[in-house]
């Protein structure tokens, strides 16, 4: 199917504005009359290989949604959900059933959880984890970084650095 701009659109503005995933949108989508013909996600995938202005817009879309699972969980972490508990306990012949009504907190927790999780996953550098990686020598010490001359080198050590650089090399080409 050729790329149809108004369908990748729609599309596109859908992806933004809801948080169910995009082959549940395309399905959506197929269901309502006017949308009826709304291709199949791989047709979707081939026109974001194909369509640059399509890949584009579907990666800004993607971005911008992140907007909206911040926004849902904001509202989440503000939400009172109240969950009814029944407490029986039994003392000898008598049985006492206590009923509470408290928020749960949670679940609310969770939801907003995970929420901010794909929004970190659709615009990591917005609302991703910050990863810092440090190098430090041995016992946490700064790292001694020492200029060498190969013409220094004993014939063992200069072996051992090309069996180490081989060595790095092949584990590579595995990978």
Request: charged share 35%; hydrophobic share 35%; net charge negative.
């Amino acid at each position: 199917m050729p790329y149809k701009p108004k369908i990748g659109e729609e599309i596109c503005r859908r992806i933004i504005t809801s948080r169910i995933g995009l082959s549940r949108v395309l399905e959506e989508m197929r269901g309502e009359k006017e949308w009826s013909d709304t291709p199949s996600l791989p047709t979707i995938y081939r026109w974001i290989e194909d369509y640059p202005e399509f890949a584009e817009k579907s990666a800004r879309a993607r971005l911008l949604s992140a907007e909206s699972y911040v926004d849902e969980a904001l509202h989440e972490a503000y939400t009172v959900r109240t969950a009814k508990t029944v407490v029986k306990r039994t003392r000898g012949d008598s049985t006492e059933i206590e009923e509470r009504v408290t928020d749960n907190v949670e679940r609310s927790k969770l939801i907003a959880q995970i929420l901010l999780r794909r929004a970190g996953q659709l615009n990591p550098k917005k609302y991703g984890e910050r990863i810092l990686n440090e190098h430090s020598g041995p016992g946490g010490n700064p790292m001694v970084v020492a200029q060498v001359s190969a013409a220094d080198l004993t014939d063992d050590e200069l072996a051992a650095i090309i069996r180490a650089d081989d060595y790095e090399d092949n584990s590579q080409a595995k990978d």
